[in-house]
Nanobody
Framework: VQLVESGGGLVQAGGSLRLSCAAS????????MAWYRQAPGKQRELVAR????????NYADSVKGRFTISRDNAKNTMYLQMNSLKPEDTAVYYC?????????WGQGTQVTVSS
């Protein structure tokens, strides 16, 4: 499984961005997908997770009500709609996919929120 993120960039506080994660390869084996982020000097943290059918999602407390995770299995793509962005959301955002015992990662996309 290969994962490629896109959609990052520079935005002012209060703005919005939509991240995409395109999966290729053995996509039929993918179960849960998630977005993580890592800010400079901090550990990577879970932002949001979505189950294979999209019926269940969960979010970090810091993004609840502002971010929405979704996936389109027909397009093998996962999304993260980010609204009301804050400077503390600045980080590299990574796509993750779980397939059986394997966990796959994308290369990351930078999100920078200016105050």
């Amino acid at each position: 499984v290969q994962l490629v993120e896109s959609g990052g960039g520079l935005v002012q506080a209060g703005g919005s961005l939509r991240l995409s994660c395109a999966a290729s390869g053995s996509t039929f084996s993918i179960n849960t997908m998630a977005w993580y982020r890592q800010a400079p000097g901090k550990q990577r943290e879970l932002v949001a997770r979505i189950t294979s059918g999209g019926g269940s999602t969960n979010y970090a407390d810091s993004v609840k009500g502002r971010f929405t995770i979704s996936r389109d299995n027909a397009k093998n793509t996962m999304y993260l709609q980010m609204n009301s962005l804050k400077p503390e959301d600045t980080a590299v955002y990574y796509c993750n996919a779980e397939s059986g015992l394997w966990s796959y990662w994308g290369q990351g996309t930078q999100v920078t929120v200016s105050s």
